[in-house]
């Protein structure tokens, strides 16, 4: 069927037929035209030339929806069941633990536990430990006034300059047997002053070169007790309760002046910078520590802590100054990793943040001596 006998039957039913036929095939030739034209044209037409099937034609397609519209989705009648939200029941979180910042007392407790269980200070029958220690110290000059050059500090100097020496102690695992120790070269790291490089050769040259293997039988205590003089026996005649070792301690220090406490302190941290003695030995000296007042922590990196102790001195130029001593320990084994002192006193020649002695320490097992 062609596009004419498709008008023919949509026509209406009116009188002038032929008449309405050939209007039908003008609008039909026009609107053919039109389909040629750009979509723009076609949006602007009237659509009035076939009426009725065009009518028809939209109530098939507006029926055809509501069909599909009534399979999915009902316009009237329909209830959505929403689901029913249960309430959780309320938890509260758990709050975090409060933790209490590390003390100066709770850094010596904690390296007092380590030590007395670590076990990285025994020995075998016929192996040494091995104490290798690196020393960094300032020496100062000034002209002899009939006591020594060498007897000032960094308030009076006119020349200074930092040496450096490192050494070996080997305790045998018989700590009643002799002890070893072994050093080396002396260098020189830094010079302060218009003729501290020409003093500082010539004091390099009589300290003498390398110097060892000295003997010592039991170790050098600091006093002697009624057991003998070493290491050994100090450790023998020590009380292990810290109450009693700290009253042990000032009763053979003799008589001392300023702070009983630094003092008190600073025997206990040499002691302990050996890195040699039983677990109880060792034990007890950091439980007498975190009993004693004046020390606090200057830095803490992990288990790494650096605690100091300080008091009032007065230097040499009569200038009010502040002796500083630090201790570095690992808290996990009780090890001491290094020490400094410093006379913290305004100077012409030496910075400030340089210490006058510093003492780093490494610890290792060793089959036989050198």
């Known amino acids: 069927m062609n596009v004419f006998e498709k008008v023919q039957e949509t026509r209406p039913e ?40 065009l009518v028809g034609a939209a ?55 380590s ?5 990285g200070l025994t020995v075998a029958p016929g192996q040494y430990l091995r104490v290798h220690t690196d020393s960094e110290q300032m020496v100062y000059q000034h002209p002899d006034t009939g006591v020594g050059e060498f007897q000032t500090d960094r308030s009076t100097a006119a020349n200074a300059w930092m040496d450096a020496v490192s050494w070996d102690n080997y305790v045998p695992a018989d700590t009643s047997s002799d002890w070893y120790s072994v050093g080396g070269q002396v260098e020189i790291l830094q010079e302060f002053g218009p003729d501290a490089a020409a003093l500082a050769e010539q004091h390099v040259q009589e300290i003498g ?12 205590p600091p006093w002697e007790t009624s057991s003998g003089f070493s290491m050994h026996s100090f450790w023998q005649d020590m009380p292990r309760d810290p109450a009693q070792l700290i009253a042990w301690i000032r009763q053979n220090q003799g008589s001392v002046t300023g702070d009983q406490d630094y003092k ?14 039983s677990p109880d030995v060792r034990s007890a000296m950091y439980g007498a520590l975190s009993m004693l007042s004046g020390s606090e922590i200057v ?72």
Request: charged residues 20%.
């Open 14 to 53: 009116i009188d002038g037929a032929e008449e309405n036929i050939s209007a039908a095939r003008v609008r039909l030739l026009s609107e053919i035209h039109a389909e040629q034209r750009p979509a723009r044209s076609r949006a602007a037409r009237r659509p009035w030339i076939i009426t009725a099937g």
């Open 59 to 113: 109530a098939a397609v507006t029926a055809g929806v509501l069909v599909v519209g009534n399979l999915t989705t009902p316009t009237t009648g329909r209830v959505e069941a929403i689901p029913t939200i249960v309430p959780k029941p309320s938890v509260e979180p758990t709050p975090e633990p409060t933790v209490e910042p590390l003390t100066a007392a709770g850094a010596f407790s904690a390296a007092g536990a």
């Open 115 to 119: 030590a007395s269980t670590f076990t």
């Open 209 to 220: 070169g390398p110097s060892g293997p000295n003997t010592f039988a039991g170790g050098i």
């Open 264 to 277: 008190v302190g600073w025997v206990l941290v040499d002691l302990l910078a050996k890195n040699v003695g």
């Open 299 to 370: 830095e803490t990196q992990g288990n790494i802590v650096t605690l100091s102790f300080s008091a009032a001195e007065q230097a040499l130029s009569g200038t009010d100054g502040i002796r500083r001593r630090t201790v570095t320990i690992d808290i996990s084994s009780g090890l001491v990793l290094e020490k400094t002192v410093t006379l913290d006193v305004a100077s012409p020649l030496v910075p400030a943040d340089l210490p006058d002695e510093r003492y780093t320490y490494t610890v290792s097992v060793v089959d036989a001596l050198p």
